[in-house]
C-alpha cells in the first residue's frame, strides 16, 4: 500500500468519526428547549413505567388531580448510567411504586415534565435530573401542588 493511499485512508476514517460523533450533540437539547424554569412542579403518584433510555430516561405516573381524575405523567431523568451511579435503578422504582417528584413543566403545558428530584415513601431520594443547564432543587422545592 501507498503512503497516499494510507494519508487518504485515514482522513476519510477521522472524517466520517467526526460526523457520526456530532450527530447525538446536535441532536441532545438544552433544559430550556422544552421546559419552563418559571413553572416549578411537584406532583405525587404511582409509578406505571420506568424507561431506561439514552440520552435521557422518563419515569411515567398516575397523579390524582383534586376532583379524583388520574392523569399519566411523565418525567425526564438523567441518563441510565448517570442514575445508576446515583443508586438508582429499574429495580428500584417497579410499576406501582409511590413517587414525589419535584421539577419544572414542559413548556407546552402538557402532563410532562423534568424531575430535579424523586422521592420514595420510605424516606429514599434521588437528584433524577441531568442537564447541565437546568435550575437546582432549591428552586423546584418551594413548587405549589400542580395535579393537573
Known amino acids: 500500500m501507498s503512503s497516499r493511499f494510507l494519508k487518504t485512508s485515514l482522513a476519510n476514517v477521522l ?3 467526526s460526523l457520526v460523533g456530532a450527530v447525538p450533540a446536535g441532536a ?3 433544559f430550556s428547549a422544552e421546559f419552563d424554569a418559571d413553572q416549578p412542579v411537584e406532583v405525587k403518584g404511582v409509578v406505571t ?3 431506561l433510555v439514552n440520552p435521557h430516561s422518563w419515569l411515567y405516573l398516575d397523579v390524582k ?3 379524583g381524575t388520574s ?3 411523565g418525567f425526564e431523568f438523567g ?3 448517570a442514575l445508576k451511579q446515583k443508586g438508582l435503578t429499574k429495580k428500584g422504582l417497579p410499576a406501582g411504586t409511590e413517587v414525589s417528584i419535584k421539577g419544572y413543566r414542559a413548556k407546552n403545558g402538557k402532563s410532562f415534565g423534568y424531575s430535579v428530584t424523586t422521592s420514595l415513601a420510605d424516606g429514599r431520594s434521588y437528584q433524577t435530573g441531568g442537564a447541565q443547564d437546568a435550575p437546582n432543587a432549591g428552586g ?3 413548587a405549589a401542588g400542580a395535579g393537573q
Open 15 to 17: 472524517l466520517i468519526t
Open 49 to 51: 413505567k420506568f424507561e
Open 28 to 30: 441532545h437539547h438544552a
Open 71 to 73: 392523569t399519566n405523567w
Open 79 to 81: 441518563a441510565p448510567f
Open 140 to 142: 423546584a422545592a418551594g
Open 65 to 67: 388531580g383534586p376532583d
